[in-house]
C-alpha cells in the first residue's frame, strides 16, 4: 500500500480530522492534506510523529509506502547531479 493511504487510513481509524491530526504534530492541515494525496511526503520528524501516534513501526510505514524510499533516492541523485554538473562548469570556464 502507498504510504499516502496508509498515512490517511491510520488517521482515520483514529477518527481523526486533518486539522485535528496536524495540531497533534505540529504542522498545517494542508501538509496533511498533501501527504495523503500523495503531493508530497513527510520529512523524518513528522514520520517518526506519525509512527509513535499511530503505533506503527518507521519499517513499515518506509517499506510499505516505499514511494518515499524512492523519492529520496531520487532526491539524492539529483543533488549529486547538480553538484556533478557544477563541479563541470566550473572546470570548463576557468
Same mark, same amino acid.
Do not use: C
Given at each position: 500500500?502507498?504510504?499516502?493511504?496508509?498515512?490517511?487510513?491510520?488517521?482515520?481509524?483514529?477518527?481523526?480530522?486533518?486539522?485535528?491530526?496536524?495540531?497533534?504534530?505540529?504542522?498545517?492541515?494542508?501538509?496533511?492534506?498533501?501527504? +495523503?494525496?500523495?503531493?508530497?511526503?513527510? =520529512? /523524518? @520528524?513528522?514520520?517518526?510523529? #506519525?509512527?509513535? !501516534?499511530?503505533?506503527?513501526?518507521? &519499517?513499515?510505514?518506509?517499506? +510499505?509506502?516505499?514511494?518515499?524510499?524512492? =523519492? /529520496? @533516492?531520487?532526491?539524492?541523485? #539529483?543533488?549529486? !547531479?547538480?553538484?556533478?554538473?557544477? &563541479?563541470?562548469?566550473?572546470?570548463?570556464?576557468?
Amino acid at each position: 500500500m502507498e504510504l499516502n493511504l496508509i498515512l490517511k487510513q491510520e488517521r482515520q481509524k483514529l477518527h481523526l480530522t486533518q486539522e485535528q491530526l496536524a495540531e497533534k504534530i505540529f504542522v498545517s492541515p494542508k501538509t496533511v492534506s498533501n501527504w +495523503e494525496t500523495g503531493k508530497t511526503f513527510p =520529512d /523524518i @520528524e513528522s514520520l517518526i510523529k #506519525l509512527a509513535q !501516534l499511530y503505533h506503527l513501526s518507521l &519499517d513499515k510505514l518506509l517499506v +510499505e509506502g516505499s514511494d518515499i524510499v524512492k =523519492d /529520496i @533516492e531520487k532526491k539524492t541523485r #539529483l543533488t549529486s !547531479l547538480k553538484k556533478y554538473m557544477w &563541479d563541470l562548469t566550473f572546470l570548463i570556464l576557468f
